[in-house]
T-cell receptor, first 114, second 116 residues
């Protein structure tokens, strides 16, 4: 069974600075996908970024980028130039290539301070 | 294009009562998923519909939970009778395709259920 661990229940960062959220996972599979989802206080959970395990290149979406270390089973999210709107719960998630269910970490609550 | 919608946004009921949650997926998405996050825990998978058929209900906690997707459009999740440990946030998600890992699941805002 897959497990996903987010070791930082809460974090804070000053506006315009950079913050990194940690995520580790455990799986015996070789083909899978990893995701970061964001749930702002308004509660709609949205996809931030996704990474295919077969790709060595780290995914990037504007100010959001990941550091994917497959051998270490690590998938951290870096947010550059943090904005107040980045305040949210961030969930790391895993899914096997042929699977249908996402496995989530416990979440990291990020507060961006002005 | 409208996203995944869920109703109600909040529900407060007493132990032993019945509650029905509704999810409307993104139009054209054959795959519909239910997840829930009980207090302080991870978001957990409940079940997966492909159109009107239950593809996987391995995450359903017990027979007090009944999910339906008549006609392959919206879905309902009924809890009867509700227990205190059912409190949490119930998320619905949908995706296109065959319901496999490479497809992105789009989530609704969730329904916050509180059982007193």
């Amino acid at each position: 069974a897959q497990t996903v661990t987010q070791s930082q229940p809460e974090m804070s960062v000053q506006e315009a600075e950079t913050v990194t959220l940690s995520c580790t996972y455990d799986t015996s599979e070789n083909n899978y996908y990893l995701f970061w989802y964001k749930q702002p206080p308004s509660r709609q959970m949205i996809l931030v970024i996704r990474q295919e395990a077969y790709k060595q290149q780290n995914a990037t979406e504007n100010r959001f980028s990941v550091n994917f270390q497959k051998a270490a089973k690590s998938f951290s999210l870096k947010i550059s130039d943090s904005q107040l709107g980045d305040t949210a719960m961030y969930f790391c998630a895993f899914i096997h290539n042929a699977g249908n269910m996402l496995t989530f970490g416990g979440g990291t609550r990020l507060m961006v301070k002005p | 294009e409208a996203g995944v919608t869920q109703f109600p946004s909040h529900s407060v009921i007493e132990k032993g009562q019945t509650v029905t949650l509704r999810c409307d997926p993104i139009s054209g998405h054959d795959n519909l998923y239910w997840y829930r996050r009980v207090m302080g825990k991870e978001i957990k998978f409940l079940l997966h519909f492909v159109k009107e058929s239950k593809q996987d209900e391995s995450g359903m906690p017990n027979n007090r939970f009944l999910a339906e997707r008549t006609g392959g459009t919206y879905s309902t999740l009924k809890v009867q009778p509700a227990e205190l440990e059912d409190s949490g946030v119930y998320f619905c998600a949908s995706s296109q395709g065959r319901g496999r890992g490479e497809e992105t699941q789009y989530f609704g805002p969730g329904t916050r259920l509180l059982v007193l």
